[in-house]
């Protein structure tokens, strides 16, 4: 197991090697959607990011546990409840299977738990009632807020002092606070509003207690990697930091990571300014592994622009990964059997340690994509050789499977897999009907696959096919 990694820890602002809890186990929480609405490609960035990081721990033979939560009530889906005359659960269940539908289609693996707050009621109320006993948070008509100044370190994430957290805190008209930077652990309920009955009387959790404690219940007191986008360091994952140590009396998370914004042109992608993109809109007009690829062009703590002209250019890369490989299972037919040239495995290892060193580098997916299509250089390379052996297709076919898809997931073959059989059977009922000479029936195949983007190609060793 590779004990070379090092990540930016946003808590130290700076590089650090990886050295978890337990060896060879990381626990991991990602924070998750709100799930009022459909989610757009900045919030897509944190999840396919941080799926790649999961992938490659796991490569490496770490047991990585993952936990993405989805925040289901709150006060824009009790906005979105009043607007649509639908109630909270009906409107995040609709937005939870549009996350999840968005994120199959990129390629997201399912975290193995993914937390909703409404089902962990009982565990945020422990953790308010602890808060309250420990003199950390203060109940106020039904609201209960925590008290920050009782926390010395209070802004070591986000690497401000008190002055600069009053300066720049946006100060709510609220006579219930004892103190501006004080925030809501559990707010009381408004007429009409979904709620649970409590101590304090009926009410709903605040935004930040949900993740400490969904993630103490599913991974423990201390987390190795806690994660999201760094519009989330402040205020919520330092507040986040001040309650779940306040409330375990140990340290929370060793390793906190955060990954940049999308700007659209020259400005940072907001609803505020209106220049969203939505994913399930994206994936009406490009291959969701275009979209994939463009969120792992960068180094995940840079800023990145989108442009359609750059999602363009990102499915001319994936076709050229995807043509290499379909040409290497092509080429497989007409190769002889035979040994591995000692030559290709020299470049294949050291395309192996340039990769690893990519992705030891605070997992640098940029330079990672670039090694990838080294790969497949290599691989077009040595298929247009007049003699290759099928165990060379193999050795350069299993590279790209496991650098190329079981890390990256940038190719087609897990989504594709499942209806390559539907395909190879539609072309032998084509092939039959040629044979029995029923034209008719072979066109309407043809046409059948063309419109659903497979393309047949007759040749002499048999057809081919291939997607636009």
Known sequence: MSMTIKLYNTLTKKK????????????????????????HIGNARVFVFFDVVRRYLQHLGYQVSYVQNFTDVDDRLIQASRETGKSVPEIAERYIQAYFDDMDALGVKRADVHPRATEHIPEMLDAVKSLIEKGYAYEK?????????????????SHQSLEELKTGVRIETNELKEHPLDFALWKAAKPGEISWETPWGPGRPGWHIECSAMARKYLGDTLDIHAGGADLCFPHHENEIAQSEAWTGKQFVRYWLHNGYINM?????????GNVRRVFELRQEF???????????AHY????????????????????????????????????????DPELQTVLKELTRQFHVAMDDDFNTANAVSVLFEGVKLANEWIAKPVVSQSEIDELSSWLNVYGQEILGLLPVEQENSLDEQI????????????DRNFARADEIRDHLLSQGIILEDTPQGVRWKRK
């Open 424 to 435: 190879e059977a539609l072309i032998n009922e084509r092939q039959q009907a040629r044979k």
């Open 301 to 340: 703590r840079n800023p990145i622009s989108y442009s359609d002209e750059v999602i363009e250019q990102a499915e001319n890369s994936i076709e050229r990964i995807k043509t290499a490989y379909q040409n290497m299972i092509y080429r497989r037919q007409t190769a002889l059997p035979g040994g591995v």
């Open 265 to 273: 042109g020259n400005e940072k992608m907001s609803k505020s300014l």
């Open 287 to 297: 291959s969701p592994l275009a979209i994939r690829y463009f969120l792992l062009s």
């Open 16 to 39: 650090e090697p990886l050295e978890t809890l337990q060896e060879g186990q990381i626990r991991m929480y990602v924070c998750g959607p709100t799930v009022y609405n459909y989610i």
């Open 141 to 157: 008509k039904g609201d209960v807020y925590y008290r920050p100044l009782r926390k010395e370190d209070y802004g070591k994430l």
